[in-house]
């Protein structure tokens, strides 16, 4: 590679972990201003310390192995396009998956959180989609509790040594309804309805999202499978390289 | 055709059938968004409830982005998205290639 080549390259690189952290933000999110101040804040500071964590591992792996700013770049694209993707569903409203999986499986949880904040910012600052102001809540429910679940159940699965495609898809799932289980609770404990509480509230929230939510995570699951055989027929050196893959076959 | 092949298709095949069949399971659906669902339910529980905060877009608008406008930003997004998988796919593909005419 030239070095005109490897400015290129970084800039594309660059560009795509610009974007890919903003498709993130699309998964159903906290309308703009739909959060009272303190539940902002509150979630907000819960966010830092894995942001923090996140930026740390992340630029860790790239010192470790130059190679793996491929995958983070394919993760972060993986998001942008998973997130922008609105679908219709089976309730008779549509609404957009997260695209976290696919990094939480490769890269772990905290450094999805990064990618995923710049996804929300995104569509949040052009998009009027989620919010400034809901900005800390959304990035804990998309970026940071889902991709969580989806890389303990990864995780999970590959100590039961469970088929590799199906323990993709099921934390692909998993992660996307976990976040949309985490919004309803996030928005059930600042809207506590009258009768029931929180609990009542939540869900009432769940029963909004979960029907329409439901086929879409299967198609985020199916989607996740696809490029994760994409990227171990042709990408395998980079795998072995961030410990996805262990030996050779 | 190599079983990743097949598994890939068949695959995609379900995924495309899953986002398509609502549409014509529930014709006449008005298909908004979750989110707005979301606000609809905010209200129900809490009466009337008026945002305290309008996105930063919107003020500077002066009112909500129209609708093809916001749908030609959704499309730069996945524009984006895709032409950055393409690109580092299409690098492995062809490495994959390469290394194979050396062995």
Same mark, same amino acid.
């Given at each position: 590679m030239s070095k005109k080549e490897k400015i290129l390259l970084k800039a594309a690189i660059a560009f795509a972990l610009m974007f890919a952290v903003t498709p =993130?933000?699309? =998964?159903?999110h906290i309308m703009e201003g739909y959060l009272p101040v303190k539940y902002c804040i509150a979630w907000g500071a819960i966010c830092v310390p894995f942001l923090v964590t996140g930026l740390i591992s992340l630029k860790k792996r790239v010192k470790e192995n130059r190679k793996s700013i491929m995958l983070i770049a394919m993760a972060g694209a993986f998001i942008f396009v998973i997130s922008s993707l609105k679908i219709p569903s089976v309730t008779g409203s549509c609404s957009h998956m997260t695209g976290t999986g696919l990094g939480a499986i490769l890269f772990g949880p905290a450094a999805v959180s990064v990618l995923g904040i710049i996804v929300l910012l995104f569509q949040a600052i052009l998009l009027a989609h989620g919010g400034l102001t809901t900005l800390g809540a959304n990035t804990f429910s998309m970026a940071i509790a889902g991709p969580l679940l989806s890389f303990g159940i990864y995780q999970l699965c590959k100590k039961m040594n469970v088929n590799r495609k199906i323990s993709v898809f099921l934390a692909a799932f998993l992660g996307d309804i976990f976040t949309y289980c985490v919004t309803s609770i996030q928005l059930a404990l600042a809207y506590p309805s009258e009768a029931g509480g929180v609990a009542a509230s939540a869900v009432k929230f769940l029963g909004v999202f979960a029907p329409t939510q439901l086929p879409l995570a299967v198609i985020e699951g199916i989607l996740t499978v696809i490029i994760v055989i994409g990227l171990e027929a042709y990408a395998k050196p980079e795998l072995k390289a961030i410990g996805f893959l262990k030996e050779a076959k | 055709m190599s079983k990743n092949t097949k598994t890939v298709i068949i695959l995609l095949i379900v995924a495309v059938l899953i986002a398509i069949v609502p549409l014509f399971a529930k014709k006449g659906a008005e298909f908004g968004g979750s989110d707005d669902a979301g606000s609809v339910m905010i209200e129900e529980i809490q009466g009337e409830y008026t945002p305290w905060f309008t996105p930063v877009l919107e003020t500077a608008l002066g009112g909500e982005l129209p609708g093809e406008v916001e749908s030609l930003i959704f499309c730069l997004q996945t524009g984006i998205g895709v032409g950055i998988i393409a690109f580092v796919m299409g690098r492995f593909v062809e490495r994959k290639k390469w290394q194979n005419k050396t062995e």
């Amino acid at each position: 590679m030239s070095k005109k080549e490897k400015i290129l390259l970084k800039a594309a690189i660059a560009f795509a972990l610009m974007f890919a952290v903003t498709p =993130a933000v699309n =998964a159903m999110h906290i309308m703009e201003g739909y959060l009272p101040v303190k539940y902002c804040i509150a979630w907000g500071a819960i966010c830092v310390p894995f942001l923090v964590t996140g930026l740390i591992s992340l630029k860790k792996r790239v010192k470790e192995n130059r190679k793996s700013i491929m995958l983070i770049a394919m993760a972060g694209a993986f998001i942008f396009v998973i997130s922008s993707l609105k679908i219709p569903s089976v309730t008779g409203s549509c609404s957009h998956m997260t695209g976290t999986g696919l990094g939480a499986i490769l890269f772990g949880p905290a450094a999805v959180s990064v990618l995923g904040i710049i996804v929300l910012l995104f569509q949040a600052i052009l998009l009027a989609h989620g919010g400034l102001t809901t900005l800390g809540a959304n990035t804990f429910s998309m970026a940071i509790a889902g991709p969580l679940l989806s890389f303990g159940i990864y995780q999970l699965c590959k100590k039961m040594n469970v088929n590799r495609k199906i323990s993709v898809f099921l934390a692909a799932f998993l992660g996307d309804i976990f976040t949309y289980c985490v919004t309803s609770i996030q928005l059930a404990l600042a809207y506590p309805s009258e009768a029931g509480g929180v609990a009542a509230s939540a869900v009432k929230f769940l029963g909004v999202f979960a029907p329409t939510q439901l086929p879409l995570a299967v198609i985020e699951g199916i989607l996740t499978v696809i490029i994760v055989i994409g990227l171990e027929a042709y990408a395998k050196p980079e795998l072995k390289a961030i410990g996805f893959l262990k030996e050779a076959k | 055709m190599s079983k990743n092949t097949k598994t890939v298709i068949i695959l995609l095949i379900v995924a495309v059938l899953i986002a398509i069949v609502p549409l014509f399971a529930k014709k006449g659906a008005e298909f908004g968004g979750s989110d707005d669902a979301g606000s609809v339910m905010i209200e129900e529980i809490q009466g009337e409830y008026t945002p305290w905060f309008t996105p930063v877009l919107e003020t500077a608008l002066g009112g909500e982005l129209p609708g093809e406008v916001e749908s030609l930003i959704f499309c730069l997004q996945t524009g984006i998205g895709v032409g950055i998988i393409a690109f580092v796919m299409g690098r492995f593909v062809e490495r994959k290639k390469w290394q194979n005419k050396t062995e």
